[in-house]
């Protein structure tokens, strides 16, 4: 309950960031404002200053600002401070100014969560496997001891240290017996892609709403066996799943002392095509505290930011050209609180960098050219600029309609996603 109280007051101010956007826009291009609300319907707060009616609403999924002139059919507002009687590109631009809020507030949150003690996770440097030329170099079990005599603690340690400048000297534990050797930076390249690091097959986090967490696995459960074949690594684990000639999996677990089965149906990850998973991720044993200085947070905050935006509309270009994949790539309000709390257990800055993702989420979906949305809106605002003609308002109306329609199945659709997903895993965690 906390987490889902601590995920709607999130909400409610990547909401506010959003609407004031629209106003501050509305605002300084001479529009006037009747209405600012957080939340839908009955007012739970009201009050009005300077004629502007300012609300917070009881439900919490969103928000809006009643502009003068909204309706075309209001012929009751002054012209001069008439949204609709302001230029097109005016129009799109203060539909343009929600989500923009979004992605500068997203980036800020970015940053500042870099400048924060982050727990980086790690394995441990020890070889699983050396491919290639490497084979000869590396045998499985090396520990990985010291890069240019510098002591490494994990395994992503160990590659950060190499340098692509001088020759590097690698220091390895081998049956109880130090040894070293040089690697030039020229095969850098080449010894990222062929070295392996050990990685058993406990699980180190479930990601809520995917198969796993459906069937009720747990952080710290240990695969033994992947449809009754046995394994002892991750990386032959992942191999069986995701080769899997079947749209189930079964699952062999140890949780303490207890052995466990659980079945569960493979989904398919958006962003990669058709591969299969369950959703789980490695267990890294190796904990550092990593802080960034502002330079390296300002840098890293913008890499975050762009990358994760073209990562998504990545992803929703492969669920356009395979919608069957949109069932499983939606989740309500429930489904995000059970996702805090998850980045929550590794620490704030983790969690201010979760709710940054949902800001920038925010105004992804808004920029969607769904009329009702923003970037339907500055769709109709783009026709009008290039046909030299506004969209007839009939049309928009009735498209505007249709958009609302898909929104509220939509939203149905989520809670019934995040109902139906928190039941399965209530009574797989009833199973023994």
């Not at 799109?92 to 870099?114: E, M």
């Not at 996770?121 to 084979?135: K, L």
Request: overall charge neutral.
């Amino acid at each position: 309950m906390i987490n889902l109280l601590i995920t709607i007051i999130a909400l409610g101010i990547l909401i506010t960031v959003h609407e004031l956007g629209h106003f501050l826009m509305a605002r300084a291009l001479g529009v006037g404002i009747e209405k600012f609300s957080i939340g839908f319907g009955k007012p739970i707060f009201s009050f009005t200053r300077k004629g502007i009616d300012y609300r917070i609403a009881w439900i919490p999924l969103g928000g809006y600002v009643k502009m003068k002139g909204e309706d075309p059919e209001d012929t009751d507002a002054d012209e001069a401070l008439s949204f609709t009687k302001k230029v097109w590109w005016k129009r799109g631009l203060i539909a343009f100014s929600g989500p923009f809020a979004n992605l500068v507030f997203g980036l800020l949150i970015f940053i500042i969560s870099y400048m924060l003690p982050l727990t980086v996770e790690d394995h441990y440097p020890v070889v699983h496997e050396a491919r290639g030329i490497w084979n000869g170099v590396f045998t499985p079990g090396d520990s990985i001891v010291s890069v240019n005599d510098k002591p490494v603690n994990g395994w992503y340690d160990f590659l950060g240290a190499l340098s692509k400048e001088q020759q590097n000297k690698i220091t390895l534990q081998r049956d109880s017996e130090l040894r070293s050797f040089a690697v030039q930076p020229a095969d850098l390249d080449s010894l990222y892609v062929s070295l392996l690091p050990l990685v058993s097959t406990r699980i180190g986090e479930v990601f809520s709403a995917m198969p796993a967490w459906k069937a009720g696995l747990r952080v710290g459960d240990v695969v033994l066996a992947v449809d009754s074949v046995e394994v002892d690594n991750w990386y032959s684990m992942r191999e069986l799943i995701v080769s899997s000639p079947r749209d189930t999996v079964e699952l062999k677990l140890r949780r303490g002392e207890q052995i466990l089965s659980r079945g569960m149906k493979l989904s398919e990850n958006p962003a990669l095509g058709e591969q299969k998973m369950i959703g789980i991720s490695q267990f890294q044993p190796v904990k550092s505290v990593h802080q960034f200085t502002p330079p390296q947070a300002v840098k890293n905050g913008i890499s975050s930011t762009f990358g994760f935006i073209a990562l998504n509309y990545a992803g929703l270009y492969k669920l356009i050209l395979n919608p069957k994949q949109f069932g499983s790539s939606v989740g309500g309000p429930v489904m995000l609180a059970s996702m805090s709390q998850q980045v929550g257990n590794k620490g704030f800055g983790y969690l201010l960098i979760f709710f940054a993702s949902i800001s920038l989420i925010l105004m992804i979906m808004n920029l969607l050219p769904i009329p009702i949305l923003d970037g339907g809106h500055i769709m109709f605002c783009l026709i009008e600029g290039v046909s030299g003609r506004p969209v007839p308002v009939k049309i928009q109306a009735l498209l505007q309609r249709v958009g609302l329609t898909l929104l509220l199945l939509l939203m149905v659709f989520a809670f019934y996603s995040d109902i139906s997903s928190l039941l399965m895993r209530f009574f797989a965690g009833r199973m023994p």
